[in-house]
């Protein structure tokens, strides 16, 4: 156990990290309130020595998935959805690790508070250990005994510098190192804070882990600015909040300045991997002229040339009411969303990984990839071969799509204008917002919710559990009318072909274009590309008006998936209960006429989903 280490991450080189590096001198004001605050939870998580679990439901799978997830999870394929409810609980002390794996996001440090104060309020002599470098050094087995003394000057603040971070990826090569550590510790239980990636390994390594006979429970924490793990079980991630909420205030900001200086394009790239949550929410709180939802130009098959084309028809429009100014939200996945260009990344991935130098692999790519490739601007040219990320991917983060963009618009409106088609001026900004913004301070519902699934994530080790995600439902409510559920990772599992062979993993969760937070942008879009209909709501408050606002995606989307199924069984009761013995035959050939005809119905359907 260690105080201060130096550990190698693939990605960004040694890394040095002093776990008493800060001190209450070197914080701020606002610092120093904020981690005097006392987040709120629900009241069922208020007492560790009367906290238990019971099932509430089996799950299911698809068909296709059925026979290789058994295949696959023997050990952990029946595990039910289980609810914490009030009970005589065991309170020997726990020794339990903690690890941040996915990208640093706003509420990490909550998340390892509420384990941690879980933990010692059940038993003082609990232990919580946290592992340097994340996945590193969980690896090397290099960790802290977290104490309140260090412990105390990181509650409710950004970023995961109390631990660090590495490598989102345990692979198989490092379950044998994993068991080291955990048994190195005696740890009863690990709780990793990650999103979707980390969600898949874990549904792995918690196989792994029963098959070796180790004792270490495996808990996971959606922890992801990107909401990449949003799903009908996890309403959202920790640090979409916050995230969300501060690039929102930064675009406010730019839209004011733009129509303040009335002479630029400002085109603003977010991070958020693939999924288009976070441009979708910033434009629900902004206004900006115009938006791009990866998920829509997939939808619509879009090409590139289509997107350019867009977002060149509203700025002639606006420059036909005198209006040469704007502002361009773009997601980081785009151009994962744009067919062409994915075959383009797919081919130079393939070349990539066989080591074959640039200048040969274009001379490899099929003719219309290598068109594309001429179309672009050669930065982009140059960033398409950065290093991928450590699981092979490319790292979208590093392509400047938003220069991209601008570029190809500029030119297409040079043609319209040497055409006749526009008459206006185009000057231009670009803009990428993403670390500025993904380490904030967290809001008010951002500590609530993380330290609550802390708490929780405790509590599922305390009972045992292994293999499971901690989840809330009803965030739309008061913390304290939070509900917990602990979901098995394999209800949130599909089979995914990767180079032709399946493999399990959760999918990163796109936004649904027939949910309403898309159907409120959709009827809004329009209106905002011509008026300056702009919205700057502020930046995160920890007080007063709007301190405890969520997203607007949040307040406005259906989380009614496990009431809809209660529902179901309701009326299936109702069924039973109006056709017992003693009922008239028309009754009961009633219900069998029209359950059967609902049952054919649903397995047509559930074969072609």
Request: glycine share 8%; aromatic share 10%; hydrophobic share 35%.
């Amino acid at each position: 156990i260690i105080s201060m280490a130096n550990y190698v991450s693939p990605q960004t080189g040694t890394i040095h990290i002093d776990i008493h590096g800060r001190s209450l001198e070197s914080l701020g004001p606002l610092a120093k309130s904020r981690i005097m605050y006392l987040p709120e939870y629900p009241i069922c998580l208020a007492d560790p020595s009367r906290l238990v679990t019971r099932k509430y439901d089996n799950v299911t799978f698809r068909d296709a998935d059925t026979s290789l997830l058994s295949h696959y999870f023997p050990n952990t394929i029946h595990y039910p959805i289980r609810q914490l409810v009030k009970g005589e609980a065991k309170t020997t002390p726990l020794h339990v690790g903690v690890v941040f794996c996915g990208r640093q996001s706003s509420g990490g440090h909550s998340v390892v508070a509420g384990v941690f104060d879980y933990l010692h309020q059940m038993n003082p002599r609990s232990r919580v250990y946290g592992f340097i470098g994340g996945t590193s050094g969980l690896f090397e087995g290099s960790c802290i005994e977290i104490q309140e003394e260090t412990l105390k000057l990181y509650r409710n603040t950004g970023g995961y510098d109390l631990l660090g971070r590495s490598a989102d990826k345990i692979s198989e090569e490092d379950y044998e190192k994993v068991i080291a550590s955990c048994t190195k510790y005696d740890l009863d239980g690990l709780v990793l804070i990650g999103g979707a990636y980390t969600a898949t390994d874990a549904t792995l390594l918690t196989e792994f882990l029963l098959n070796s006979g180790i004792k270490t429970r495996i808990v996971v924490v959606p922890c992801d600015y990107s909401r990449d793990l949003k799903n009908n079980f996890v309403e959202t991630t920790v640090g979409f909040d916050t995230y969300c909420r501060t690039v929102s205030s930064l675009i406010g900001n730019i839209c004011t300045d733009s129509r303040s200086a009335a002479k630029y394009y400002h085109f603003i790239r977010l991070l958020g991997r693939s999924p288009s949550h976070v441009v979708l929410e910033a434009a629900l709180q902004s206004h900006p002229n115009y938006a791009i939802i990866s998920e829509e130009v997939a939808a619509k098959r879009m090409t590139l040339l289509q997107v350019v084309n867009k977002i060149a028809d509203v700025i002639c429009d606006r420059a036909a009411n005198g209006q040469n100014y704007g502002v361009i939200l773009i997601p980081e996945g785009l151009i994962k969303s744009i067919s062409e260009f994915y075959f383009l990344l797919d081919e130079i991935s393939t070349y990539v990984n066989k080591g074959m130098p640039r200048d040969e692999i274009y001379g490899k790519l099929t003719p219309w990839s290598k068109a594309l490739f001429d179309f672009l601007p050669t930065v982009i040219q140059q960033q398409i071969f950065n290093p991928p990320e450590s699981r092979g991917n490319f790292q979208l983060h590093a392509i400047s799509t938003e220069v991209m963009i601008a570029d190809l618009v500029k030119q297409e409106l040079k043609r319209r204008k040497e055409d006749g088609r526009y008459n206006g001026n185009f000057d231009c900004q670009t803009h990428f917002l993403g670390y500025q913004a993904r380490t904030s301070f967290p809001s008010l519902f951002d500590c609530d919710y993380a330290y609550a699934l802390g708490r929780e994530a405790a509590a599922l080790v305390q009972n045992g559990l292994t293999g499971y995600l901690a989840t809330l439902r009803n965030l739309k409510d008061e913390p304290k009318n939070w509900v917990p559920f602990a979901v098995p990772l394999l209800a949130c599992t599909t089979m995914e072909a990767k180079q032709g062979v399946y493999r399990p993993s959760i999918p990163e969760s796109n936004v649904d274009m027939t949910d309403a937070p898309f159907l409120k942008f959709v009827a809004h879009r329009d209106s905002w590309a011509v008026k300056d209909d702009y919205c700057n709501p502020g930046g995160v408050q920890f007080g007063g008006a709007g301190s405890w606002n969520t997203t607007l995606s949040l307040q406005i989307e259906k989380h009614d998936y496990m009431k809809r199924i209660q529902m179901l069984r309701a009326q299936l009761n109702s069924i039973g209960e109006i056709c017992l013995p003693g009922c008239d035959d028309v009754l009961i050939d009633s219900a069998i006429a029209a359950t059967r005809g609902v049952i054919e119905q649903l397995e047509i359907i559930k074969k072609k989903i």
